[in-house]
């Protein structure tokens, strides 16, 4: 894959943001306006269904990677909400698909990163095998980034077998011990649930429940993701329920919890929940002026440092992290 | 501040800790064990104090020197950091101290239907601290994965000196994944003192089957079919004729000691997953050639099925005086033919080599046992050990797939990453450990950010 262009535009700009299909832009502080545009290469390198490996550029529409490897009877379960977005856009937002409960983190499915530097220069991290403990992990450090470290340009992923049956139903109360739900969602009142696997395990898990056609999240103009302690959802949600105005789903087990509001001031009381049981809300959706993150990030001068070590310029995403310190432009050459 | 009964600098103790279970010796300056995570933290202090770095030590089971003492370093040991101190079984939590040994934890957890699934053959006694340092495996990380997948939340000491929390227990935490930057990073980011571990439900329903071949190239072509096929086993684990005899005249294991090679093959999950499961497995065995194709009928046979995998290195210390095991990975489709070269490799230096290894994610363990007494035969062995490991890189694999770099391949990483990438881990490092404190020499070569001089120490083999 031919990432020059890349490499020139990047190099050449003072200031940069990368830019995906921009369905999940609201996550993290606005960019600073003049920020160079820049888009990874799209397209699909190297599948190898054998492996179970699929390397793609990062401007790749999930989409159309989840087409390829359906067609060998695969899956990469990025599970963003919005097929259109990128890959490498869900992997720097790093939030995790519906279906972490059973199929674990975002973070867990990146195998190697290319990424362009300040400079031009293309740094690869990790490597091309299911499994790997040579260096650092980069490919980690990059997934939740949010472009400040610098702009993915190529990955390689997991792929794991497409389960022959995927089914959601709605049920009175959260499936019992010994079974193996991929989800399970939960607004106070209702039960969704989805099994997957093979057709008799998910007709015996699904026995007596309705089907539906998918999972049903809150909706409104403003949205965010509330991230707590699994075992806090439940008290959190005491307190959620007594918000006028609020709409929420929380994924148990995980400790996700999906809000929606037509006011803004019903999700900064959702936020002070959060806070008061442990927990952050981060704004996805409209809210317009509400602090992207709502506290300050955890060890933020380390961060810093990170931050400093890959972007010594200040030139990804200015603005997008609110990290300790001033930007460290010329900080190290 | 440790106190005297907490501390040495006794030369003979001093040189029980000049190594790991690898080949690389150095040298400590003085040898500490903290009992409390404060301790801990003043230990790195003191040493920082005094101007040496640290090098932070679990159990020292680890086969890459990582945790081999070099530039005259304190080395803070964790085994009396060993408590497991909470267990949330309704969130499937523990928070342990990092000298508590991976397999005690499962077997503290095991009456809720709870276990730790990153089980390392060395889980007896290897430590979770340890694993942290090395993003240790084991079979079943397979379908369930290594260690980092199941560290939610370290708390560590910088080498400043300095306590941190690094990830939590809430999904999806803002800002960089700091957490998952520190596991695997070999004891060069810091130590961890607090570790919060991910507790894996027992399976509903598990399969467990032993398929005998009789030729080498059969059993890697069925673990590669099995993977291309879209069965996820939870284990996929191969041996071949030398350890498969081995194995079963130690512990008796029932493995066919006429086979040339055996495939260890567990499936788990929901009753019918399972079946069908177990079936395309069989059916793909038997496609090539499986002479013998065994379940184990209860969980006293299963046991005992894995007693013989867990025990293979047991079992060689007894019939060679001298082992060199290696770890490599290779994709999956592969295996077959990097198997044949390895076994050139081993007839072409004089050498017997043995395979035990995780195949179905494609991590091998060449495993050359040899008589170190003999002249000569340190070379024969580090030349095919170079050999080995440049054929992996040469099928597109990596240096290690869990044993990690240390000092043991430290030199070769220039073979998988270039300049740039070096320079990126570097300034990573520097982020966490800017003044080379912790761990000094390890992980990244000589020059890889206008570095210092490194020495390469006496006895590796590169
Ligand atoms: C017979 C045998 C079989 C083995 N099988 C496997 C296997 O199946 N899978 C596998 O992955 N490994 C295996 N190993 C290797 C070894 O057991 C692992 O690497 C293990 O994780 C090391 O744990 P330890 O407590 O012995 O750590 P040590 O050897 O003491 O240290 C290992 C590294 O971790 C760092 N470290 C230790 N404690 C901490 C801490 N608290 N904070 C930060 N860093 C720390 C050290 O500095 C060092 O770099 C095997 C080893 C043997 C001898």
């Known amino acids: ?333 | 501040m440790l106190g005297t009964a907490n501390a040495t600098a006794e030369p003979l103790e001093l040189a029980l800790y000049a190594r790991d279970a690898g080949v690389a010796e150095g040298h400590a300056v003085a040898v500490c064990w903290p009992a409390t995570g404060a301790q801990l933290a003043a230990a790195v202090r003191v040493a920082r104090a005094h101007g040496r770095p640290f090098v932070v030590r679990g159990s020292g089971t680890g086969l890459a020197g990582g945790a081999t003492p070099l530039g005259d370093p304190v080395v803070i040991v964790t085994t009396r950091l060993d408590r497991i101190l909470e267990v949330d079984a309704r969130s499937r939590v523990a928070w342990v101290e990092p000298g508590v040994l991976n397999l005690d934890l499962s077997r503290a957890v095991r009456h809720l239907g709870l276990h730790y699934a990153p089980d390392p053959s060395s889980q007896q006694a290897c430590t979770i601290g340890g694993n942290v340092g090395t993003n240790a495996g084991g079979p079943h990380c397979l379908a369930y994965g290594v260690t980092s997948a199941h560290v939610l939340a370290v708390e560590v000491v910088l080498p400043d000196g300095e306590v941190a929390l690094l990830g939590g227990l809430a999904p999806d935490e803002p800002g960089y994944d700091l957490r998952g930057c520190f596991v695997g990073s070999e004891g060069t980011m810091g130590a961890a003192t607090r570790i919060a571990v991910r507790l894996t439900p027992d399976p509903p329903e598990v399969a467990t089957m032993l398929c005998a071949f009789a030729s080498v190239e059969d059993a890697a072509a069925t673990v590669s079919e099995t993977i291309a096929s879209g069965v996820l086993p939870a284990a996929l684990e191969m041996m071949d004729a030398p350890i498969t005899r081995a194995v079963e005249d130690f512990v008796g294991a029932g493995y066919p000691r006429d086979a040339q090679a055996v495939l260890l093959v567990e499936v788990d999950g929901l009753p019918a997953g399972v079946a069908e499961q177990a079936a395309q497995v069989e059916a793909i065995a038997r496609a090539h050639g499986a002479t013998a194709v065994r379940t184990a009928a209860d969980e006293a046979e299963r046991a005992l099925l894995w007693k013989g995998r867990k025990s293979a290195f047991g079992a060689i210390a007894r019939i060679a005086p001298d082992y060199y095991l290696h770890d490599a990975v290779v994709p999956r489709t592969r295996l077959v033919e990097v198997l044949g070269e390895i076994a050139r490799i081993a007839a072409a230096h004089r050498l017997l080599v043995m395979n035990v290894f995780h195949a179905g994610d494609g991590n091998l363990h060449p495993l050359i046992v040899f008589d170190g007494r003999e002249p000569g035969t340190w070379q024969r062995v580090r030349a095919a050990g170079t050999a080995i490991l440049e054929a992996c890189l040469d099928a597109g694999g990596v240096l290690t797939g869990e044993h990690g770099v240390g000092v043991e391949k430290r030199d070769l990483m220039p073979r998988l990453f270039g300049p740039d990438d070096l320079d990126a881990q570097a300034r990573l490092r520097d982020a966490f450990d800017p003044d080379g404190a912790a761990n000094p020499m390890k992980v990244l070569p000589r020059g890889s950010r206008c570095g210092e001089l490194q020495r390469v120490p006496e006895g590796t083999w590169i």
């Not at chain 1, 059973?102 to 499915?109: F, V, Y």
């Not at chain 1, 005491?238 to 105005?245: E, F, I, K, P």
């Open chain 1, 1 to 333: 894959m031919d990432l020059t262009p890349l490499q020139e535009a990047v190099a050449s700009a003072r200031t940069v943001v990368a830019v995906g299909a921009r369905t999940q832009w609201r996550i993290g502080e606005p960019v600073a306006p003049d920020a160079a545009v820049v888009r990874a290469p799209a397209g699909v390198v190297r599948h190898e269904p054998a492996d179970m490996t699929v390397t793609v550029g990062a401007g790749t529409p999930f989409g159309d990677l989840d087409r390829v490897l359906a067609a060998a009877g695969q899956e990469c379960p990025l599970d963003p909400a919005d097929p259109r977005a990128t890959v490498g856009g869900v992997l720097a937002a790093g939030l995790s698909g519906l279906r972490r409960l059973r199929l674990g983190p975002l973070r867990d499915l990146v195998l190697e990163v290319r990424v362009v530097l300040g400079d031009g220069r293309v740094v690869k991290g990790g490597g091309p095998t299911v499994k790997n403990v040579t260096g650092y992990d980069l490919p980690r450090l990059y997934v939740g980034s949010l472009g400040t470290l610098g702009v993915l340009a190529q990955v390689t992923l997991r792929c794991r077998p497409r389960p022959t049956v995927s089914r959601w139903c709605r049920a009175p109360e959260p499936p019992p011990a010994g079974t193996r739900p991929s989800a399970v969602l939960w607004d106070g009142e209702r039960v969704q649930v989805c099994f997957e696997g093979v057709r008799a395990d998910v007709d015996a898990q699904c026995r007596g429940l309705p089907e539906i056609d998918g999972p049903v999240l809150p909706a409104g103009a403003h949205r965010g993701r509330i991230s707590v302690p699994p075992g806090a959802v439940r008290p959190l949600a005491a307190s959620l329920a007594a918000l006028r105005g609020l709409r929420w789903c929380a994924q148990l087990g995980v400790g996700t919890v999906h809000v929606a509001t037509d006011d803004v001031p019903a999700l900064v009381a959702a936020r002070e929940a959060a806070h008061a049981h442990g927990g952050w809300l981060l704004c996805e959706q409209g809210a317009p002026g509400l602090p992207a993150f709502g506290r300050p990030l955890p060890n933020a001068a380390l961060m810093r440092r990170v931050k400093d070590a890959f972007d010594p310029d200040g030139k990804f995403a200015p603005g997008r992290l609110p990290l300790a310190g001033a930007p460290a432009a010329g900080a190290r050459a």
